[in-house]
């Protein structure tokens, strides 16, 4: 694939599937087009895919179990869902799985190029940084291998939870501003986002619950903050 970052592209409707690899490879990427879910799951196990687009409503395998098992299987990869839904309870199942976005159709291609390149910046520049560890509490957390650690037993973390986690002790004991945290992570503040942020705020208290001296409490108004006694970098 001569180097090119590599997108697994899952989209049941033929021509705009076709319009979209086409598209994408114009743009640089290598693009591998799947009809449905069983077969976006085949090519996922043998090709090392940089980033995932998949369309919700496929035969065989629908979008939201392609990405539980891709997620099973790699839990960094990104994923971005593409569907005509509009309903608030199927954008956050999907970000309950894990998406690190959803583009609801029609959309035009520029943006969802932008998109693919917004969430590629994040991941090369978390891979290019320095390892960093932080400790909570009774916690250790490795902000590069996105671990998250308690007396021997270690926790991997999706991308999004492991950036989340880290804005959080960056600034912990101190209140994160919630439009900050929205626009460093997913770089728009929108209803849907936002809604997503509270998703991922509630993993990140299941993770942390093995300590009850740790504690992530709603500012209202302002954001969030991390209460962990000898939080530090």
Request: net charge neutral; proline share 2%; hydrophobic share 40%.
């Amino acid at each position: 694939m001569d180097g090119k970052l590599t997108i697994l592209l899952c989209e049941d409707d033929e021509n705009l599937g076709m319009l979209l690899r086409e598209y994408l490879q114009a743009k640089g990427y290598f693009a591998e087009l799947c009809p449905d879910g069983e077969a976006g799951y085949k090519a996922f196990l043998k090709t090392k895919f940089d980033l995932c687009v998949l369309d919700v409503m496929m035969p065989k395998k629908d979008g939201f179990t392609l990405a539980q098992e891709i997620r099973a299987a790699n839990a960094e990869i990104p994923i971005i869902f593409l569907t005509a839904k509009t309903l608030k309870e199927d954008i956050l199942e999907g970000f309950k799985i894990g998406a690190d976005d959803y583009i609801t159709k029609p959309f035009s291609m520029e943006e969802l190029t932008f998109r693919i390149e917004a969430i590629l910046r994040r991941v090369r520049g978390k891979k290019n940084k320095e390892s960093n560890m932080y400790k909570i509490g009774r916690f250790v957390f490795d902000t590069q291998k996105q671990i998250l650690s308690i007396d021997g037993k270690q926790t991997k973390l999706t991308t999004k939870e492991s950036e989340l986690l880290g804005l959080l002790c960056a600034h912990a004991n101190e209140i994160l501003q919630r439009d900050f945290a929205l626009k460093t992570i997913w770089i728009d503040d929108n209803y849907f986002n936002a809604r997503s942020m509270d998703v991922y705020i509630t993993k990140l208290r299941k993770h942390l619950k093995a300590d009850d001296s740790i504690e992530i409490i709603n500012i209202h108004g302002k954001g969030y903050k991390l209460i962990a006694p000898e939080a530090e970098a």
